[in-house]
């Protein structure tokens, strides 16, 4: 044996990997460190094709600002434990950082420019990683903010023009807390809104209070509803959650929000459904066959 223990466990400082596989990899490369990183990396291509059939269903959102250019992205992994993960933190904030550095068209594109990496960090975390979305900015004479909620659950990224730091910062609370789809009324398109009226002309026509109404009438009625609406999916009408009796206009005193987005982590995906006991038990199973 041409090494020793303390060999080993640089290895795994090295790359993060357990003791036994940095001990069979330094057998295997006869004690050439840098041949045995090599055959864990090789390794850690194999994980990532062995665990290409799991769910990805937890993870995190991150944000990273850099001057003019702000990114908002989501990484999926397998579990909120490994979510929580020092190590997969800091590999979401790679991902980030590297969509803000370079120039990339799509998700497929930073998923191959980034895949020895990830494979590297399969290896180390034992769990599939999925890059699923991001959106990346570029202000011009603008100013760039975010705002994390609970670790990563929700993420938002918001460009402001002429805010203070305090009103952008308010913004993004904003948009994490109270979900709007719209900044102004202007930008809703004319088929909600219509859809919208008819839900409540519905409502109207089948409320008693209103059944010797003419339909002219309810529809000058909900025509006043509409404004909750509003409330509800546009932002600058929104109640600010700081203070519910002034609207998110109020604070902006000049400023302009130009345009946000909003993610919410594993919004969508499929969840994982897996009993722990046929776990355990999948897993014993699977040690006395090898």
Not at 97 to 106: H, L, R
Request: proline share 2%; hydrophobic share 40%; glycine share 6%.
């Amino acid at each position: 044996m041409n090494f020793t223990n303390k060999d080993i466990f640089d290895l795994r400082a090295r790359t993060g990997v357990g003791v036994m596989d940095c001990k069979k990899a330094l057998l295997e490369a006869d004690g050439d460190m840098d041949k045995a990183v090599e055959l864990l990396r090789e390794k850690g291509k194999a994980t990532s094709e062995k665990r290409a059939g799991k769910i990805a269903s937890q993870g995190i959102v991150s944000t990273y600002i850099n001057g003019n250019v702000g990114v908002i992205v989501e990484v999926n992994c397998e579990s909120d434990f490994v979510a929580r993960g020092e190590q997969y933190k800091a590999y979401v904030d790679q991902v980030a950082k590297y969509i803000a550095e370079n120039e990339v068209k799509d998700v497929e594109s930073v998923v191959s420019a980034l895949s020895e990496l990830t494979s590297e960090v399969v290896a180390k975390i034992g769990e599939k990683i999925s890059i699923r979305r991001f959106e990346k900015y570029v202000a011009n004479g603008t100013q760039l903010s975010s705002y994390i909620h609970m670790g990563g659950a929700i993420g938002v990224l918001v460009e402001t023009e002429n805010a203070s730091d305090e009103v952008a910062h308010d913004v993004a609370l904003q948009i994490a807390a109270a979900a709007p789809r719209y900044i102004v009324p202007e930008e809703v398109p004319a088929d909600e809104v219509n859809h919208e009226k008819e839900i409540l002309l519905a409502q109207a026509m089948n409320d008693p209070k209103n059944a010797s109404k003419p339909k002219e009438i309810l529809e000058k009625m909900i025509s006043g509803k509409i404004g909750k609406f509003y409330k509800e999916v546009c932002l600058v009408e929104q109640p600010f959650v700081k203070d519910q009796g002034i609207a998110v206009k109020d604070i902006l005193k000049g400023a302009k929000i130009v345009k946000f987005t909003r993610l919410v982590m594993g919004e969508g995906l499929e969840k994982k459904e897996e009993n722990l006991q046929d776990e355990v038990a999948a897993q014993i199973a699977a040690a006395k066959k090898n």
